[in-house]
């Protein structure tokens, strides 16, 4: 029998449009069938070879629903969530691109926009981005031109009403996922289930939240959100992921802004044998603890450095309970670019003089 | 070595090393030392407000005085008092756009990242912001003056990108030249 998520004319071909949903990805179908979603990030390299960026997927193959591309997270120089999404798309792997409006103004996202959907990118998120302050060029201009929340309504209104945000017409909308980011362990703690809202009044679709060690505090949240009826019109993913040693958590809790990390969670790391192990283990514990929460349609595995863990945090903590996420599928431009593999394989001879007869004949 | 910024990662290994790393050093332009003034207008956005709408009311009732002299040849002497004003109470930018009713009358320009629709994921658990370790978060503050005031379920509105091109210029002649259409368009419509 075919799997719910393919094409019924064979697995490698891509999907067909589903009335009701904004994109042709799975993340959206896995999500709006009610299944449990994992997604995961991939860590951008610092260099211009291709295979580093399909060795780094690889590992994810088969065990997650979307990779998120990331923008220059933490502000550092990485290979750009377009460039790395070009790539991930070119092999059938399903990203998820992000935008940060740190780097661009809003002429450049909007055509990173489109130039992502054509390459057949089907999950936007929406980011604000960290300051130039804490990468590796704190001298770099922050643009800030748009904010998560504009940003988002941006690309809503490019998919919906096929406009750019000046008006002009798009001859075809970008059909995307669109998705943004949350922080329930940040203050001001009483606005930020709000805050969910306004972004959801805005566009988003599913939300991945920031690295959730707090499960009680988590839950707190997601009771406001479950009161304000938020967890109906948005998918939650659950950001989670291992800590490789109680130093390392130490020091994300002292640097990084926005990561909360309580006390209990350092001492169990402390006191572990293998910390590393340790680690893994919580992770797998907090996914446990947060998947029964009501509201909670996913997890996001940030498995920094450690991405060789992700399939064994899935796979041990069973959230897949027997489905196979997606392998890679062919993308809706791929028959093009064989069919002109084809002519230059036949090694077509190229006749100038025709070539320049027919543009003389039809001026463009 | 002084200490580096607490949370800048970055600069952190670069002190580490020795090398030689400025102090308060931040891409955002700073307004004033201290946030006294700042943190005051929150205390008493309620009273703003209400102060607020009365001198939008007068400014309106004034729109035939700003028509006769017109309304180019007073924008810059009232952009000139806008600015100190705004500049003395709120550490006004002059986006010329103001949406201080619907930010619990805190400026959201202060925040280095510009953000108008509500606090970034990176606010410190002291509620301090992260690019400026030692500035109260912009949101938090907006967060807290507009629950006290009347309106203050404005802060729920998405607001529109920055429009850059209303840079410098006055956000209260604007706002009366539009009450003042607005008025006129209705008063055409009863007649008509």
Known sequence: MAHIDENPLGRHLPLEPLPGHSSRGRLERVLRRGEFAVTAELNPPDSANPEDVYERAAIFEGWVDGINAVDASGANCHMSSVGICALLTRMGYAPIMQIACRDKNRIAIQGDVLGAAAMGVTNIMCLTGDGVQAGDQPGAKPVFDLDCMSLLETVRIMRDNSKFLSGRKLTSPPQVFLGAAINPFAPPYDFRPYRLAKKIEAGAQFVQSQYCFDVPMFKEYMKKVRDLGLDE?????????????ARTANWIRNNVPGIHIPDAVIKRLEGAQDQKKEGKQLCIDIINEVKEIKGVSGVHVMAYRQEEYVAEIVHESGVLKGRTPWKREENPGDSMVAERLEHLKEGKPENQEEMAEIAAHHPH | ?????????APAKKAATGAYTPSGVSPNRRARRSYTIRLWAVRHSRFLEWFYSRFADMFLLLHPLWKALGYNRVET???????????????CRMCGQCVLSSTGMSCPMNCPKQLRNGPCGGVRA????????????????AWEGSRNM?????????QKPVNQSLRETSSWLRVTAQAAEAREAAAAAKDA
Do not use: H, Q, Y
């Open chain 2, 77 to 91: 002497p009232i952009t000139f008092v806008e600015r100190n004003v705004k500049g003395l109470l709120f550490d």
């Open chain 2, 1 to 9: 070595m002084a200490d580096p910024k607490p949370g800048n990662a």
């Open chain 1, 233 to 245: 019109k948005c998918f939650i993913l659950v950001g989670v992921g291992p800590m490789a040693s």
């Open chain 2, 126 to 141: 002291n509620g301090n912001c992260e690019v400026e370790p030692d500035m109260p978060c912009v949101w938090v503050k």
């Open chain 2, 150 to 158: 009347v309106r203050g379920d404005a802060i729920m509105n998405v």
